[in-house]
Structure formats: C-alpha cells, structure tokens
C-alpha cells in the first residue's frame, strides 16, 4: 500500500492553500476527506500493479522485497483488499459529491491503465505519471468547491515530470544493461536522453513558478508579488534533488528522499513557512 506514499497525495491541499481558505475549518475537514479518499485511491492501484509486476519485481534488487514479489501476500488476498480500498475511496468521494468522484475515478482508471499498458510507451510513462499529480490537485480544488489557477496545474505537472524523470535515471544507473529486462520501456531510454529531459523539465518548472508568483489573479489573491521571494528556495529544491540524483541515487523514491534528506526536508519546510507568512497577509 506504500504508506510513505501517501505524501503524493499532499498535493490535493494546494487548492485549500492557495485559495484564501486556509482559516475555514469545513473546507479543511473536506480537503483532509479528499485527500483519504487519493490514499486508499492509490494504495488500491499500487496493490494491483505489483500484482501484475510480481514476476519483473523479482529480478529488481530492491523491488524483489515487495510483499506480492515475495510470495508474502497471494494474488487473491492483494485483489480483495484492493477493492475494499476503491470501495472506500468511493464512499468518501460520493459524500463529498459535486465533481469529485469524477475526478478520483479518472485517477484509478488512469493508473490502472500506466500500470497495463502506458508504462511500456517510451516518455508517454512518465507523462501519465505527471498527469496523476494534476488529478489529485483539481481533485483538491473541487472537494473545496474553488477554481484552481492553471498556473499552479502547470507547475504541478512540470514538478512531477521533473520527479518522474529522476526516478528512470535511477532505475537507469541501478539496474545498468539490465534495466530493460525489469521494465520494457527502460530499455528504450539512455542516461544521456533522461539527463536532457531532465535539464529541459528543470528550467521550464523554474520558469512558470516564477510565473505564478508574479500572475495576476495570484498578486490580487495574495495583494502582492510576496511569492516571488520562494523563488530560490524552490530553485534549491529542485537543485538539490538534482544533485541527490546524481551523487547518492537517491531519485528511486522522491519521497524516501524527502523524508531521509535533511538539506531537502528544511528547503520543503523554509517553503512552507515563507509561503504562509506571505499568504497570511493576504486581503482574504
């Protein structure tokens, strides 16, 4: 179920942070819904994708642990329990209603269909992957009933591209001429290809960051150009990761990376704490 997972999902509170909402007390108990109802969304498909990776799992160094791989966890027992998690997350988005289980649905449907199928397409893997990141801040905006600032779906995506991209290079430099036999679509990416993406994925989430904190609807939201201030802190985030990536391949698990990453995990806490202090002088 990758519980460490789970803070993806933290994505689903941007809209919530962003929106002027942040003092409301029942928009808050609405997003947290939201965002149980994308953890037991997502630990279902992860049960479901390593049961159709079990035998690729088995040969990978670290992935061979996993539960299913294993033989810890039967095929049926992982099934039945990924549907009672979809049953949930169901019950919870039918109760927040609106758009929402729109939403969560489209999610599942569009990872069970990466874990089937869209994983093997060369660039199109780490798209899908980008795009459920996207899913999960609308989600976040329509559980609260408030539009979502297409500059922070751009940034959202480019971030989780640039993410998605990191953990290929390290599958890439673990598994060396072997990657393609643990994953097909591995064996059509080079280092030097993932290395460019990269590059090209950096700059362009740099540069619309920038953009949001400077956008119009964003200064009138927030009453000034304060955010442009967290632009070098997200600029040595991003950084930093980089250099995670090349020096300690640690890009496997962006999460893991967080949480085990000290330099990383204050640049995520100096954001936050920025962030708040210019948001809460905002007019709303």
Known sequence: ??????????????????????????????????????????SATYLVNDVIDREADRAHPEKCRRPIAAGEVSIAAAMAFAAFLVVVALTIALWLGGWFPAVLISYVVLVLLYSAVLKRAVFLDVLVVAAGFVLRVVG????????????????????ALYLALGKRRTELALLGDGA??????????????????????????????????????????????????????????????????????????PTRALLTDRPLLVCVVVWLAVAAAVIGNSKF
Not at 15 to 41: E, K, M, Q
């Open 140 to 159: 976040g905006a329509v559980a609260v009933d408030v539009p979502v600032s297409r500059w922070i779906l751009v940034v959202t995506y480019l971030l």
């Open 1 to 42: 179920m990758r519980p460490e997972q789970w803070l993806k999902n933290g994505f689903v509170l941007a809209p919530i942070v962003f929106s002027g909402l942040i003092g409301d007390p029942t928009a808050w108990l609405r997003s947290l819904l939201a965002v149980a109802a994308f953890c037991a969304a997502s």
């Open 180 to 253: 393609g036999h643990h994953r097909v679509v591995l064996g059509h990416y080079t280092l030097p290809m993932v290395d460019s993406a990269i590059s090209v994925v950096l700059g362009a989430t740099v540069l619309a960051y920038a953009l949001y904190t400077v956008a119009p609807d964003t200064v009138a939201k927030v009453g000034s150009e304060g955010l442009l201030a967290t632009v070098p802190i997200v600029l040595y985030g991003l950084f930093r990761y980089l250099y995670l990536l090349h020096s300690q391949e640690l890009g496997g698990s």
